[in-house]
């Protein structure tokens, strides 16, 4: 066997590699053992290795390699032994000494086609999620022209992809010229920034990023968000807070902000005025830093329990003025609240009372006059009443006649029941109203004390709380006085023991119901409270039309009022 034999030998039969000698047609003159090891069917012809629809393409492949060029063939999706997936078909034209041959070389490409499946698949993801960005993209090369960008960006600029590839980036947008050169400038140390610039009547802010393109130098990624709505909203924000501002620095009293971490963070100009200091020293400043470090810790806890219980704040206190004195203010305190509702500081409100204080303490020294003079009046007036009462008592006693006797009896109770009303007003601390149970006790006592009474009598009290004022208690006083006055005179003559029942309720809110009886004999039947025919029947009635009240009596079983007038509080 000579050399060219042997190198035969080894460079065909021995290659790890399936090849076959073929004819122009495709005949297999001669398969390799790997061949045979990938291709364990015996088929005489090539193209029975290749479905059907490649047969054209191989025929063609022959005609081409025969005329001195190099060809393949791709084969995608033939399932052998060795070959998963796909095979490349390598045609080589080999001279022989009658006609032309081929060396058909096949290479597995299986795991070549699944990686170039798996890049282009890739690829097609990459696109589909960078062309559902909505914000536009723009990629540039290392020349500045546009290499890519997505769907947003081709209809912010209203181009098709075609249109904008491969163009300048400044022709598109020139007044980006001078933040792309400062960019570039950079190097070698390039990072992102932002822009904001308004093009075609729109406000954008552009973030410009480095990417490195392979072999050929620096690109640049252009991210545009469009901001005209935000702008939009921050301008009607910044309007918004600006009026606020100015009307609560048009306010008269002074307001104030403050965090969570007890800072200031805002002011009007009343507040400056109240401390005399300035804005700027005010803001970011603690309560520590403004005023006398024992009353800040005060406000201090006062403002970390509003933080941490909610609701409101209102209290009195003592502040430096600027000028130096001391003022009395009323904080009004309130949170302010994120949206999610949690605590972000207090709002905070000095109102200066300092001439209310003033006020007050001339009030009350002025009140506490006109009640020393008030209490004198009632003084004075409830002597005069005891020196008449007196009077008539003397006289009383020189009398010898009994009508003039009783006559003298009845002006002296009259007159004790209005001089017990000054009395009661002179010893309360109320110089408006009385408490009527009170009242009403003492002036049976006074009554049954003015008569000389041989047996005794029994009266019964039953009083809500009630307090009238002097207007209705005066002619109260004198009615119930007339009924007892009645009773103790008339009613228990031939008796040994005599009942009087009084009561006096509230029977609704707007009403006072007067009950008066006794367990006397009954008022004759003579008597008329339409046409009175005595005196005290005819004060009875008289007093209580100054009520704007009603009487009613009835005759069975001892003497019964019942009488009904609005209720006045502090009818004074």
């Not at 009561?503 to 119901?513: D, G, M």
């Not at 009613?552 to 009904?564: C, S």
Request: aromatic letters at 10%; charged letters at 25%; glycine letters at 4%.
């Amino acid at each position: 066997m000579d050399f060219k034999s042997i190198s035969y030998e080894v460079l065909f039969h021995q290659a790890n590699f399936a090849t076959a000698i073929v004819d122009s047609e495709g005949k297999i003159l001669e398969r390799n053992v790997y061949f045979q090891k990938v291709f364990p069917e015996n088929f005489s012809d090539l193209k029975e290795y290749i479905p059907a629809d490649l047969h054209f393409a191989l025929s063609k492949l022959f005609a081409e390699t025969a005329m001195g060029e190099k060809g393949e063939l791709e084969v995608i999706n033939r399932f052998g032994q060795e070959f998963q997936n796909s095979f490349r078909i390598e045609i080589n034209p080999l001279k022989a000494e009658e006609s032309t041959i081929f060396l058909a070389v096949i290479s597995d490409i299986s795991r070549y086609k699944k990686t170039e499946n798996i890049l282009i698949q890739a690829s097609s993801e990459w696109r589909h999620i960078f062309d559902s960005i909505l914000n536009p993209i723009c990629l540039t090369n290392s020349q500045g022209q546009i290499a890519r960008g997505n769907t947003a960006f081709s209809r912010m600029v209203q181009k098709n992809f075609l249109e904008i590839v491969g163009e300048n980036f400044l022709d598109l947008f020139p007044d980006l010229a001078n933040i792309q050169k400062e960019f570039l400038s950079s190097q070698p140390n390039l990072s992102w920034i932002e822009y904001e610039f308004n093009w075609n009547g729109q406000d954008y802010r552009i973030t410009i990023d480095p990417y490195n393109e392979i072999e050929k130098g620096v690109g640049i990624i252009y991210i545009f968000e469009n901001i005209t709505q935000q702008k939009k909203i921050e301008k009607e924000l910044s309007e918004a807070e600006f009026r606020l501002s100015e009307i609560i620095d048009s306010m008269v009293n002074p307001v104030y902000y403050k965090n969570s971490k007890n800072l200031y963070t805002g002011c009007n100009r009343a507040f400056c005025e109240f401390l005399g200091l300035p804005r700027e020293k005010i803001i970011s400043s603690s309560t520590q830093d403004l005023i006398l470090p024992e009353i800040a810790q005060i406000y201090e806890n006062k403002d970390m329990e509003l933080l941490k219980d909610g609701g409101k704040q209102v209290y009195e206190s003592c502040l430096r003025h600027a000028d130096g004195t001391f003022h009395d203010v009323m904080f009004h305190k309130s949170l302010i609240l994120s949206r999610e509702n949690l605590p972000q500081g207090i709002v905070g409100v000095i109102i200066d009372i300092t001439d209310r204080k003033k006020a007050e303490i001339l009030v009350r020294t002025s009140l506490q006059e006109k009640e020393v003079l008030l209490k004198e009046i009632h003084h004075r007036v409830k002597n005069n009443l005891n020196i008449i009462s007196s009077l008539l008592n003397l006289k009383r006693n020189e009398v010898k006649n009994i009508e003039t006797w009783e006559v003298l009896s009845e002006s002296i109770s009259r007159i004790q029941s209005m001089a017990l009303i000054h009395e009661r007003l002179y010893r309360s601390d109320d110089l408006s109203n009385i408490k009527i149970s009170d009242y009403v006790k003492n002036l049976s006592s006074a009554l049954l004390s003015n008569y000389n009474i041989e047996f005794p009598i029994d009266i019964k009290i039953g009083c809500d709380d009630i307090f009238l004022g002097i207007n209705q208690m005066i002619p109260v006083g004198l009615m119930l006085n007339e009924m007892i006055t009645n009773s103790i005179k008339y009613a228990f003559k031939d008796k040994k023991l005599g009942t009087i029942s009084i009561a006096v309720l509230q029977s609704s809110p707007a009403w006072v119901e007067i009950s008066y009886s006794d367990d006397g004999p009954g008022i004759p039947g003579s008597v008329d409270l339409e046409n009175p025919k005595t005196l005290g029947v005819q004060i009875i009635k008289d007093l209580t039309r100054q009520l704007d009240g009603t009487v009613e009596l009835v005759r069975e079983k001892g003497a019964f009022y019942k009488i009904r007038f609005p209720f006045q509080q502090n009818s004074a």
